[in-house]
Structures are given as structure tokens and as C-alpha cells.
């Protein structure tokens, strides 16, 4: 086999371990997306009564299975009751407290079945003689132990969990490097 022959098998390894990363990329892409939301990301509000998400999908609703959590700059939960899913808009009434940076984390269950979570960051700026709301030391609705996601905060474009995108590079990689080793033991076999 000449070198021109072990380079097309290199080649088609190669095509071959893309087509696998992108297939991984377009199942990790059929779940929903964050549309928009409202308060936007990094906005200031003077006032405001809900928090209302809107996806690209219409998420399912199974119970316990939407979250919206919206946490004050003292910790405390400010959310007034469980979030109510109309389509693809998942909607948490609110009595904000205090002024400063409010963190909204939120997990829905993606309409391709798949749990999808993510956080925003928001701030109150109240006007005149607000009063404020006084919170409450646990979440209304959901697991307290759910932690902010740091490493997404205050980018809504960040909400989908990248492991299926993971999985599909990882099952990528693995099958190019496979493909091509099986390549050149070949090349070097027929050469021999
Ligand atoms: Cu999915």
C-alpha cells in the first residue's frame, strides 16, 4: 500500500470520527432552549411579580419536575409559589425583598424528555417606599440542595447539559483513533 494509499485511509478515518462528533452535537441539540426570559439576564427592575422563562419547546410537566427558584442577595427564597408550565413558558410569581443581585436557577424536563437546568442573575433596584418581601429560608418548590451552577451563571445561553455533546466528541475520538490505527496496521501488513 503506498503512502498516497495510507493517507486516503487516514482521511476517510478522519471524515468518519467527524460524522460521529457531529451526530453526538445533534443529539445534545434536540433538547430544548432557553428562549428568552423575563426580567432579561443582567437587567434592573424596579418592581416585579413574576419571573417568567420561555423555552423552544414546551417542556414536560411531570410533577416536581419544574423548578424555578429565585434567590435574593441575602440567600433567602423569594419565589411565592410553585412555577406554573403554559406551554413553553414556565412563569414563577414573586415578592422580591431586598435591593441587590437576585439569581433565578431553574430546571425544567426538555420536551425530548431530558432535564435541563440553568441559572440567570437579574438585579432589584426598588423605587420609593417598596416594601420588602421577607422571603423564606427554603425554596418553595424543589430540592434545597440544589446549588447554583457557577460555571453558567448569568449566561442563559449556557443551560443545556453539554455531557450528551461530551459522550458524542468522546465516542468520536475514540472510533477516529481506532479507525486509524486499524489503518495503518493494515497499511504496514500489506506492505510486509
Ligand atoms: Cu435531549
Known amino acids: 500500500m503506498s503512502a498516497r494509499h495510507r493517507i486516503a ?37 424596579s418592581s416585579l411579580s413574576a419571573v417568567t422563562l420561555t423555552f423552544s419547546g414546551d417542556p414536560l410537566g411531570a410533577d416536581g419536575a419544574t423548578v424555578v427558584q429565585v434567590i435574593g442577595p441575602d440567600k433567602r427564597y423569594y419565589e411565592t409559589a410553585c412555577p406554573d408550565l403554559n406551554g413553553p413558558a414556565v412563569a414563577s410569581p414573586v415578592a422580591l425583598g431586598p435591593a441587590g443581585d437576585y439569581e433565578v436557577l ?62 458524542g466528541l468522546g465516542i468520536g475520538a475514540v472510533v477516529l483513533i481506532g479507525v486509524g490505527v486499524g489503518a495503518w496496521a493494515l497499511a504496514r501488513g500489506r506492505k510486509g
Do not use: K
Request: charged letters at 10%; a negative charge.
Open 9 to 45: 485511509a487516514l482521511a476517510a478515518a478522519v471524515g468518519l470520527g467527524a460524522v460521529l462528533a457531529i451526530a453526538g452535537t445533534g443529539a445534545a441539540s434536540a433538547h430544548d432552549a432557553l428562549e428568552s426570559t423575563d426580567p432579561a439576564s443582567g437587567a434592573t427592575v
Open 106 to 167: 431553574w430546571r425544567v424536563v426538555s420536551s425530548d424528555g431530558h432535564p435541563i437546568s440553568g441559572s440567570y442573575a437579574f438585579t432589584y433596584a426598588p423605587t420609593g417606599s417598596a416594601t420588602a418581601a421577607a422571603g423564606s429560608a427554603t425554596p418553595l418548590c424543589g430540592p434545597a440542595a440544589a446549588s447554583p451552577p457557577t460555571d453558567v451563571a448569568n449566561d442563559p445561553n449556557m443551560q443545556t447539559d453539554s455531557s450528551t455533546l461530551w459522550i
